[in-house]
């Protein structure tokens, strides 16, 4: 089955360390993204990808990192800086970045950083 | 800016049928989706509209109307596996030229016996 995986499905850190969240996918889509959501609220956008070797931030990069080495692959670091951490992150793809209204999203990664 | 309205909450009855609306306010507009996200799952595509007028699918329409800047979703014959949280996304091309989806905060359907 095609799909997006990220793992892990919890994850615990303390304050002021690095945490890399893993996102791979299978659909063979060029476009990939991550978004973070807290309670109550909608998604927004923190990193974005249309092709390997590319990415570009979103509206809330500031504290976060990633890399786009294979088209599969997307993770993200949420690094020291990020002043409040703690959310559900979630990866999400699509065919093409002109196909970005119909993404496909993995099961997320709730963080909690103490 | 960008600002998407969506009521916070809905209820309704099995078998009922309900209306969820977004007004949206963007710099530019392409089309606008809609989300159904469970609780502590993932969000998965249900439609997106370009054009107005009514897009069907199954139990699910979606509606759009660009010169009121408003869409709906409509959920038709309610089960409770309908309870979720349902998210107007607008397709925005912002002010760089990359589109990117713009999200509402979401309303919060709960459908009870």
């Known amino acids: 089955d095609g799909g997006i995986t990220q793992s892990p499905k919890y994850l615990f850190r303390k304050e002021g360390q690095n945490v890399t969240l893993s996102c791979e996918q299978n659909?063979?889509?060029?476009?990939m993204y991550w978004y973070r959501q807290d309670p109550g609220q909608g998604l927004r956008l923190i990193y974005y990808?249309?092709?390997?070797?590319?990415?570009q931030k979103g509206d809330i990069a500031e504290g976060y990192s990633v890399s786009r080495e294979k088209k599969e692959s997307f993770p993200l670091t949420v690094t020291s800086a990020q002043k409040n951490p703690t959310a559900f992150y979630l990866c999400a793809s699509s065919t093409r970045l002109a196909e970005l209204y119909e993404q496909y999203f993995g099961p997320g990664t709730r963080l909690t950083v103490t | 800016g960008q600002s998407l309205e969506q009521p916070s909450e809905v209820t309704a009855v099995e078998g009922a049928i309900v209306q969820i609306n977004c007004t949206y306010q963007?710099?530019?507009?392409?089309?606008l989706s809609w989300y159904q996200q469970h609780d502590g799952g993932a969000p998965t595509f249900l439609s997106y509209?370009?054009?107005?007028g009514l897009e069907e699918t199954g139990r699910f329409s979606s509606f759009l109307s660009r010169s009121d800047s408003y869409g709906y979703l409509l959920l038709q014959e309610l089960q409770m596996k309908d309870s979720a949280s349902y998210f107007c996304?607008?397709?925005?091309?912002?002010?760089?030229?990359?589109?990117?989806?713009?999200f509402g905060t979401g309303t919060r359907l709960l459908v009870s016996p």
């Open positions: 996304a607008v397709r925005d091309p912002g002010n760089t030229g990359f589109q990117k989806l713009v």
């Open positions: 509209n370009a054009l107005d």
């Open positions: 963007t710099s530019g507009f392409y089309g």
């Open positions: 990808s249309q092709i390997v070797n590319d990415f």
């Open positions: 659909l063979n889509h060029d476009a």
